[in-house]
């Protein structure tokens, strides 16, 4: 604009009514990013210092468009995306995006070429939000759950110092049964309420399904299972009553493990979309797959009415959020 013309716009604010004061304010102020908002939101609702927990928190301005906020106990002051899988991420208007293109399993090349990002920081992104999702377990199985092991094949893609000869991905294993060395276990358990579990073994016994298992498993909750006799001891620690389905029988009343096998096959199925995951990245793939079938059984309430409500309400965005213990 003219600064001549500039110098006139001053003159008239005074004869603004209240309305066009508030309309002059909102076109004047930065687009709130959404993402950013609920942080903030978070914080308050929760109203805890992210470095002391204490409550006496204030707000303190802003840092790269990132509210801040000073704790009066510990003086230490903090930006909302601290403790959030957003914390040092550039870029925050294409976040909601591209969590967006996650959720219709876009690829990581796909995803760089639509926002216009590299490809290396589309990768850093995708292997962020999948981290958030990792440990990320609804609450404890409770009820009817029911349990099974799956096997994937062992890859070392992009390790360096390899003990082995490279192999192409799809090539038969060395031996015709399961072992160790060429399939990774993953043991899934999941109730009836579609809360799911799911956790890499090194080891399929007793022990590390008890260890891993025991303590997501509701007390005196009925599990049935293929009749893995390693199951024999969780049960008996946690006092739950182990039905077992034999190979021959498809189930016994209420009782069966349909809905594992059906879980296995969907992983495995979407699995195979992905081109081949290291190994040492399949906890976070699992976690990317739980997020979605959640999504699947997700009843959303009768106030959430457009999409970009519903988006909010997805497990794989509000998981990247703050994990404030209750
Ligand atoms: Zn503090």
Redesign the pocket.
């Known amino acids: 604009m003219n600064p001549q013309h500039f110098l006139h716009i001053p003159k008239h604010i005074a004869k603004l009514d209240p309305v066009q004061k508030q309309t002059l304010t909102s076109a004047l102020s930065p687009q709130q990013n959404p993402i950013l908002s609920r942080l903030s939101k978070e914080i308050i609702r929760h109203s805890k210092?992210l470095?002391?927990?204490?409550e006496r928190l204030r707000k303190y301005g802003f840092s790269h468009g990132r509210q801040r906020f000073f704790?009066n106990?510990?003086r230490?002051s903090f930006v909302n995306t601290r403790g959030s899988a957003y914390f040092y991420q550039h870029k925050p208007e294409l976040w909601q995006k591209y969590l967006q293109h996650m959720i219709e399993l876009d690829s990581i090349r796909c995803c760089s070429k639509v926002l216009g990002i590299c490809v290396t920081t589309s990768f850093n992104w995708r292997h962020r939000y999948m981290k958030a999702t990792q440990n990320t377990y609804e609450s404890k199985l409770e009820g009817i759950v029911e349990a099974d092991e799956t096997y994937f094949r062992a890859s070392k893609k992009g390790e360096r110092n390899l003990t082995r000869a490279a192999r192409q991905r799809g090539t038969k294993a060395s031996t015709s049964g399961i072992n160790h060395i060429d399939w990774v276990s993953v043991l899934v358990a999941k109730d009836r309420n579609h809360h799911e579990f799911d956790h890499v073994l090194s080891k399929v016994d007793a022990a590390k399904i008890n260890e891993c298992l025991g303590c997501k498993i509701a007390d005196e909750s009925v599990l049935c299972t293929d009749g893995q006799p390693a199951y024999n001891q969780l049960c008996k620690e946690h006092h739950l009553f182990h039905v077992v389905i034999k190979n021959n029988q498809t189930q016994q009343g209420l009782y069966h493990i349909q809905n594992i096998n059906h879980y296995h096959s969907q992983l495995k199925r979407w699995y195979l979309k992905m081109h081949g995951v290291a190994s040492k990245n399949l906890p976070k793939y699992l976690g990317w797959f739980r997020m979605l079938d959640w999504h699947k059984y997700q009843v959303f309430s009768s106030d959430i009415n457009t999409e970009a409500e519903k988006l909010f309400e997805f497990k794989l965005l509000q998981v990247q959020q703050h994990n404030f213990k209750a």
């Open positions: 210092c470095h002391c927990q204490s704790c106990d510990c230490k």
